[in-house]
């Protein structure tokens, strides 16, 4: 730390405004040669291997193998080595002695909360112990692996329906007897596409009654990729092979939409290759970048600690809930830091296709449980993804043998200046004033995106210095489509009966729903809070009063068990949700709190007794409150494949507990309602949204009074060369 907040910067832009910048404010002498200086160039902690490593493969530089990686907080993920050791002592294991489970996640077993908050650094770390979710036999067991002891100490094993994530090689299995299948042969060549041709997708079965339990199902559908890479475009309509994993065979193939022609390949391509189908490119901004004088005001140290201005907090990669903030403090006044959350993450995502078809209805996908948000992370792509000066950080997963493997610049943490006003007020120059005051809005950006099939998420923790977080999530990607005869709404006989948007020629953009259930452990000055709702009603004034008829009053009611904690949204019965610590007061005896500000707000209209809504049962209601329970992190359970939602939030909270006071965990679901329109064809263009966490009476006056505006002389003037 130590740094003032406020870095310099300063945008190169087009030419034009950057003359109006020269004219207005003269460059003074700030020292600079003639030299190109260090911030005009592109420089970030970036691995210049792009691609997911195994650690044996060759040619990767050393340090890029995390081989010397040492873990130095209870909760840094498991390293290279950790993972090797986890591998040898399950090989050592009597049950897996004669061959080895397939291992669908190998992760680190977080101590207990307790012992992470009374770690300081320099004390030794707490046991590391690995988490193992292993299926052998066609069962799952869950391991506990104690790297100390060099021992298995914890054995499940699983019965009834669920499975774990589904791994890398499981979809290949699916591939591979969908490939070789004589049946599927056939019905590709009567569509006329030639096998060379095909992409299939592996997609998830999700879960419709009991005749599916027992078995692994995956669905194969597939797409002609002929003169496109935009396959997702180009579906081969009612093709859809259900597929028994474990067994390597077919259960059924449904083929229902052979008078379906395959969309054309025109206008579908996106990448800018020598296909790129625009050479000129139309009005466009000139390139663009934030430049800082001093570098990056933030530091990462240990790996995985990030300071930034007045915040600390963890970050890590998971292959599942794709990226983890966890003990995020800020600095109070007196220089102390304090608790804010000790972790937040997305916990689940569910998206339901609507349409009832017997090649859509399935499609209700769970993609952190069944697909792992950090497993379809892919390396960040420079200067688009994430500007100049970003961090980037590796995660190191591992495969289903054991291995570890590196996954290249998942995660990337930059500060952003956008333009924005932190604060300001200004007077009318009336009475003698003159007052123009204003401080520029920089904030602290993690960033990880998930490419879920033909979906990408993208995952924005934002931290701002008056304390505020913003946690946003950007939709982007491919649409799942579906293939029609049609090819104007003109020709289409009952446009009533269509399940969603022609998108272009021969494609359906199904309207569909997008839920991301949030994991927010908040620990506001400590682990007791208590969840507070304040409720705005409406008073009326009695005759004779006051002119006014009405006015609003917040009407206060702190929860005392789970079901006072449950909630969906409404417009018109508003309310602020607080989550405090009652025994910690500002200086004017108002406990300090934090309060959730709900954004995006779509909720689940999926029938409670629909088998997709019953699993994701999660979504019924956008706020839930829980008591902390380390088993209680998925919300749409720990087995979220093919889960017959035995095991949700929904299910652990209608136990009712008392949330008053206690170590409380705060559920948030930000939902998406989607119905496709033709901007989103060929890749649809970012849609996002976002919800707060932001303090409330937890500082005694504004944090960010304190800090010192900008002026012309901090920001060097670049000559569009490159030099000061
Ligand atoms: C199906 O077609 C593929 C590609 O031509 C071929 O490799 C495979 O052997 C065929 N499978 C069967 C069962 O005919
Ligand atoms: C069109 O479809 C809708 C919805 O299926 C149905 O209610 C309506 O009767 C249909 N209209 C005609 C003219 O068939
Ligand atoms: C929280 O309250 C419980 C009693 O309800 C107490 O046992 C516990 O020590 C408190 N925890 C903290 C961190 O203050
Ligand atoms: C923690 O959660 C699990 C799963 O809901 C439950 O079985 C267990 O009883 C809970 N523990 C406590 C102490 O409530
Ligand atoms: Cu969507």
């Not at 012992?115 to 391991?143: C, I, M, Q, Y």
């Not at 298995?152 to 094993?157: A, E, R, S």
């Not at 970050?315 to 937040?344: C, F, H, N, T, W």
């Not at 950006?445 to 304390?467: H, K, L, P």
Request: overall charge negative.
């Amino acid at each position: 730390m130590g740094k003032s907040n406020y870095v310099q910067f300063f945008i190169i832009m087009a030419i034009a405004p950057f003359i109006f910048i020269y004219s207005r404010y003269p460059p003074e002498n700030l020292g600079c040669s003639t030299a190109t200086p260090p911030w005009c160039t592109t420089k970030t902690h970036r691995k210049t291997n792009l691609r997911s490593t195994s650690i044996l493969d060759a040619g990767i530089p050393d340090s890029d193998h995390h081989f010397t990686d040492t873990p130095l907080h209870p909760l840094d993920p498991l390293t290279v080595s950790e993972i090797n050791r986890v591998r040898s002592i399950l090989s050592a294991y009597e049950p897996f002695l004669l061959s080895s489970p397939s291992i669908n996640s190998l992760s680190l077993d977080e101590p207990e909360k307790i012992e992470v908050t009374r770690w300081k650094t320099g004390d030794p770390l707490p046991p590391r112990r690995a988490s193992v979710t292993a299926l052998f036999d066609g069962v799952t067991h869950f391991l506990t692996v104690d790297l100390g002891l060099g021992l298995v100490t914890g054995h499940d094993v699983h019965t009834g329906p669920g499975y774990p994530m589904l791994a890398p090689n499981d979809l290949t299995t699916a591939l591979e007897v969908t490939y070789s299948d004589l049946e599927f042969n056939r019905s590709i060549l009567a569509r006329g596409v030639d096998l060379n041709d095909i992409n299939c997708i592996t997609l998830s079965s999700g879960w419709y009654g009991p005749d599916e339990e027992g078995k692994r199902i995956v669905k194969v559908q597939c797409f002609s990729s002929q003169d496109t890479s935009n396959f997702y475009m180009r579906p081969i309509e009612g093709l859809t092979v259900t597929v028994d994993i474990d067994k390597r065979k077919i259960i059924k193939i449904t083929d229902i939409g052979r008078g379906i022609p395959i969309p054309k390949a025109t206008n579908t391509e996106y990448e800018y290759t020598t296909n790129y189908p625009f050479s000129d490119m139309g009005p466009t901004p000139n390139p663009m970048s934030m430049e800082q004088l001093k570098g990056p005001s933030f530091t990462v140290d240990d790996g995985h600690i990030v300071k930034w201005a007045n915040w600390v907090f963890h970050l890590k990669p998971d292959i599942r809930a794709g990226m983890v903030i966890s003990q995020a403090m800020i600095r109070a006044e007196d220089g102390k830091y304090r608790s804010v959350m000790y972790k937040g993450f997305a916990s689940e995502l569910f998206v339901p296709y609507m349409d009832p078809d017997e090649a859509w209805y399935f499609k209700s996908y769970m993609d952190a449980g069944e697909f792992g948000l950090g497993a379809t992370a892919m390396s960040l792509v420079e200067l688009n993804d994430c500007p100049r000066h970003a961090y980037y950080m590796d995660a190191v997963f591992t495969t289903t043998d054991g291995q570890p493997f590196i996954q290249p610049n998942i995660i990337c943490i930059f500060e952003r200046y956008a333009g924005d006003i932190g604060w300001r007020h200004s007077e009318i120059p009336v009475m003698g004033f003159n007052i123009r005051e204003s401080r520029a809005k920089v904030t602290l950006v993690a960033r990880m995106t998930a490419s879920v099939g033909n979906y990408d998420y993208i995952f924005d923790w934002e931290f701002q210095t008056d304390g505020l977080i913003r946690i946003k999530v950007g939709l982007s990607g491919m649409l799942m489509v579906k293939g029609t005869p049609y090819e104007n709404i003109n020709d289409i006989p009952n446009t009533s009966d269509m399940t969603g948007t022609l998108v272009s020629e021969n494609v359906i953009g199904v309207v569909h729903d997008h839920f991301v259930t949030f994991h927010l452990d908040m620990d506001i000055d400590g682990a007791n809070n208590s969840f507070v709702k304040f409720n705005l009603v409406k008073e009326e004034t009695l005759p004779g009063q006051s002119p006014r008829k009405s006015y609003l009053k917040a009407k206060r009611k702190v929860a005392k068990t789970e079901d006072d904690a449950k909630i969906k949204l409404k417009l018109y019965d508003p309310s602020e949700f607080h989550v405090i610590n009652p025994s910690q007061r500002s200086r004017l005896g108002n406990p300090t709190g934090y309060k959730i500000v709900p954004g995006g707000t779509a909720a689940s209209l999926l029938d409670h007794d629909d088998a997709p809504q019953i699993r994701a049962a999660f979504t019924n209601n956008q706020i839930w409150v829980t008591p902390h329970n380390k088993s209680e992190t998925w919300a749409g359970g720990v087995l979220a494949s093919q889960s017959n939602g035995e095991d949700t939030l929904e299910v652990w909270s209608s136990r009712n507990r008392e949330i008053e006071n206690k170590d409380i965990v705060l559920w948030y679901t930000l939902g998406f309602h989607h119905i496709p329109c033709q901007e989103d064809f060929p890749v649809m263009p970012t849609v996002s949204s976002s919800f707060e966490l932001k303090p409330v009476n937890f500082f005694d006056r504004n944090p960010i009074l304190r800090t010192k505006p900008t002026f012309p002389k901090d920001l060097p003037v670049c000559s569009t060369a490159g030099t000061c």
